[in-house]
């Protein structure tokens, strides 16, 4: 039996991976469940998995969720330290991330220091400290499994390889909702940007992909995560969305990773590995497929991927500004605040007033995370 703490257990990748838990009960069981401010969905959640604790990040409903937990045995935590002790707990085997947004560096380095092993959805916390979070997994023997599906890919790909026989690491894009469509940038809407034509998730990370942010943060994420060059990771477009990576041998030879487009499969890999488990989700029809397309990505209509790649090169806090400097830009374009065009300019303005701080330390990140949210709200 394999015991897991879900941090971020309302989202879409927690629901995910509940649902994984619940076709297999044999296999695996959940112990802590972590909720930034869904209190409803996250009661539910508890009832029906019965974890020793559980944390709502955001504080004011813990009262009501304590009265209602109480009689069933369950322990409440609140708040950043709340996060860190569900990520610590004694009891879990693995550790799964699924918090939207840098929240999630500190009770992941926690996580990794207590040698845990880390199963991580949510990109930020390793284009912000990927290098150091490998330092520290090396030094306490903690291991990072990849559930994004294109990482996750990769990751199988490689998978008992020598690194020295690899030339490439190539991640796909369905290019989001705006691929191969005539309009005018300036005037899209959330709702439009909102409409993914291949994958169901979060509001964050569905811009991101509309703007091709997400494989601009993948790009820095396939660096740290594999341990491999900038020039070694390449995006290409695939609407199809069937084939999520493929590394390229130093012969010229190509092996790809292909699924169907459903979040449950790398997850239940990162949960089950190094084994495989059975399970009823729909294979991958081929034949229903027939065909699929590839095309360079337009970095002049969608400079987020370039921005992803200025800031792995210019190294050091960089990334983290690029981050930060993202989500405030993201969640002012879906608050009505600023236009789908300003997403890039607030990015690019921001990485441009900042000096890098060469080899950070973990304090020096989060202050580094703290400039730049306040600097992209000043425009």
Not at 60 to 89: C, F, M, N, Q, Y
Request: charge should be positive.
């Amino acid at each position: 039996m394999t015991k897991i703490s879900i941090i971020g257990s309302t989202g879409s990748i927690g629901i995910n991976t509940l649902r994984v838990v619940e076709a297999h009960p044999k296999a695996l069981s959940v112990v802590a469940l972590c909720a930034r401010r869904n209190v409803k969905l996250l009661f539910e959640q508890a009832k029906k998995f019965r974890p020793q604790l559980v944390c709502l990040f955001e504080s004011d409903e813990a009262p009501w969720l304590e009265r209602k937990l109480k009689p069933l045995g369950i322990h409440v935590v609140t708040g950043p330290d709340g996060l860190i002790v569900a990520s610590t707990l004694a009891s879990a085997d693995k550790i799964v991330f699924a918090l939207v947004g840098g929240v999630g560096l500190k009770p992941i380095f926690a996580a990794v220091k207590a040698g845990k092993t880390v199963a991580i959805a949510n990109k930020e916390p390793l284009v912000m400290a990927g290098e150091l979070l490998q330092k520290e997994a090396t030094r306490t023997h903690a291991q990072l499994i990849p559930i994004d599906s294109e990482h996750s890919g990769l990751w199988q790909c490689l998978e008992g390889r020598d690194r020295k026989t690899i030339k490439k690491l190539i991640l796909t894009s369905s290019g989001g909702p705006f691929f191969g469509r005539t309009i005018n940038f300036r005037n899209v809407t959330a709702r439009q940007a909102l409409r993914h034509p291949k994958w169901k998730m979060g509001p964050k990370i569905t811009i991101d992909s509309a703007t091709l942010m997400n494989k601009g943060l993948e790009v820095i994420e396939a660096t740290n995560l594999f341990g491999v060059s900038l020039d070694q990771v390449d995006v290409v477009i695939h609407p199809e969305a069937v084939i999520h990576a493929l590394i390229e041998f130093v012969d010229g030879a190509q092996l790809a990773h292909l699924g169907i487009t459903d979040m449950r499969l790398p997850i239940q890999y990162a949960l089950s590995y190094p084994t495989r488990f059975v399970n009823s989700i729909p294979s991958l029809d081929l034949a229903g497929v027939k065909s699929f397309h590839f095309f360079k990505p337009d970095q002049k209509r969608f400079p987020c991927l370039g921005l992803g790649y200025e800031a792995k090169r210019s190294g050091g806090t960089m990334p983290t500004v690029l981050n930060a400097a993202n989500e405030i830009a993201v969640q002012k374009f879906l608050n009505g605040a600023c236009r789908f065009t300003d997403i890039p300019k607030t990015i690019e303005r921001v990485m441009g007033l900042h000096r890098v701080v060469r080899n950070p330390a973990l304090n020096q990140i989060l202050e580094a995370d703290t400039w730049a949210r306040s600097e992209a709200q000043n425009d």
